[in-house]
């Protein structure tokens, strides 16, 4: 079996020869972010960040995502942090796509490379280098934790995605399947971060419309998206938002593999009174 591809961002500039058009989406139901928009202009940085950019793909805003928040992490050859996370009520999930990083986790250190998952509950003491001589690209998706009483906070994971078999879903033959990370019973977790991927020709047979909010980050090849009333085109590096409730499928035409890193939040009650506008 073929070693899995993932997409990453490098930034630079088109030139002043390009057309402005492009398949950038945004509405109140999902948001189409295509990897063309990820240029120097729009990165960020981060305070306790060495040698370190980032790319903000969602964040909690009012019309926008509501749960979580995903960067896509550039980190020079030893940069990085000693103190990642400011708020100890924040979750994450890491996810590595380029380069090689140092994770250490309450003091024990990990060796993390494309395809390296990384789950970390909150008020985790973690730390990250870059010990590569290459640049660290990787995903972080932040969410703040909802405890339960009787239930105790997730366990640190550290995983790959190649040393786990992906679950192809009933009736596909094989053609749309999920990678796990984490036990889909375990209802100490509050968010789900899964890779999925269809074989040329899979699909989504019916308009999926459900309560979770889903981030989607496609990894690998290109397909025709259904997000509410529209088709949009689809390609590696590009970023989708959906909000709760948008009417979704896919099909994944080829010739190649369709596969993106999906966030959703799971396994909480429903929230009685809305919360107050940012």
Same mark, same amino acid.
């Given at each position: 079996?073929?070693?899995?591809?993932?997409?990453?961002?490098?930034?630079?500039?088109?030139?002043?020869?390009?057309?402005?058009?492009?398949?950038?989406?945004?509405?109140?139901?999902?948001?189409?972010?295509?990897?063309?928009?990820?240029?120097?202009?729009?990165?960020?940085?981060?305070?306790?960040?060495?040698?370190?950019?980032?790319?903000?793909?969602?964040?909690?805003?009012?019309?926008?995502?509501?749960?979580?928040?995903?960067?896509?992490?550039?980190?020079?050859?030893? &940069? =990085?942090?000693?103190?990642?996370?400011?708020?100890?009520?924040? #979750?994450?999930? *890491?996810? /590595?796509? @380029? !380069?090689? +990083?140092?994770?250490?986790?309450?003091?024990?250190?990990?060796?993390?490379?494309?395809?390296?998952?990384?789950?970390?509950?909150?008020?985790?003491?973690?730390?990250?280098?870059?010990?590569?001589?290459?640049?660290?690209?990787?995903?972080?998706?932040?969410?703040?934790?909802?405890?339960?009483?009787?239930?105790?906070?997730?366990?640190?994971?550290?995983?790959?995605?190649?040393?786990?078999?992906?679950?192809?879903?009933?009736?596909?033959?094989?053609?749309?399947?999920?990678?796990?990370?984490?036990?889909?019973?375990?209802?100490?977790?509050?968010?789900?971060?899964?890779?999925?991927?269809?074989?040329? &020709? =899979?699909?989504?047979?019916?308009?999926?419309?459900?309560?979770? #909010?889903?981030? *989607?980050? /496609?990894? @690998? !090849?290109? +397909?025709?998206?259904?997000?509410?009333?529209?088709?949009?085109?689809?390609?590696?590096?590009?970023?989708?938002?959906?909000?709760?409730?948008?009417?979704?499928?896919?099909?994944?035409?080829?010739?190649?593999?369709?596969?993106?890193?999906?966030?959703?939040?799971?396994?909480?009650?429903?929230?009685?009174?809305?919360?107050?506008?940012?």
């Amino acid at each position: 079996m073929s070693a899995p591809s993932y997409y990453a961002p490098t930034g630079g500039h088109p030139g002043q020869d390009q057309l402005l058009t492009d398949r950038a989406i945004f509405t109140e139901a999902y948001a189409v972010i295509p990897r063309g928009t990820m240029r120097d202009i729009v990165t960020s940085y981060l305070p306790h960040w060495e040698a370190t950019r980032l790319w903000v793909l969602a964040r909690p805003m009012t019309g926008f995502a509501e749960t979580f928040s995903q960067y896509i992490m550039e980190v020079a050859p030893g &940069g =990085g942090s000693d103190r990642p996370e400011s708020d100890p009520e924040a #979750e994450a999930v *890491l996810f /590595v796509v @380029e !380069g090689e +990083a140092t994770l250490t986790v309450e003091g024990t250190a990990h060796r993390m490379v494309p395809g390296g998952y990384a789950y970390l509950p909150p008020a985790c003491d973690w730390r990250l280098r870059n010990t590569g001589d290459a640049p660290l690209r990787f995903h972080w998706i932040r969410k703040a934790y909802e405890p339960v009483e009787g239930l105790s906070a997730p366990d640190p994971l550290i995983l790959n995605e190649q040393e786990i078999a992906p679950t192809p879903m009933p009736g596909t033959e094989g053609r749309w399947a999920t990678t796990r990370f984490v036990d889909p019973a375990d209802l100490r977790h509050d968010m789900h971060v899964t890779i999925v991927t269809f074989e040329p &020709g =899979g699909v989504i047979p019916f308009l999926e419309t459900h309560v979770m #909010e889903h981030g *989607l980050y /496609v990894l @690998e !090849g290109k +397909a025709a998206y259904r997000l509410n009333g529209d088709w949009v085109e689809v390609e590696a590096g590009d970023f989708m938002w959906l909000r709760a409730f948008c009417p979704q499928a896919c099909y994944a035409g080829g010739p190649g593999k369709f596969r993106y890193l999906l966030y959703k939040d799971v396994n909480r009650q429903m929230p009685l009174r809305l919360a107050p506008r940012r």
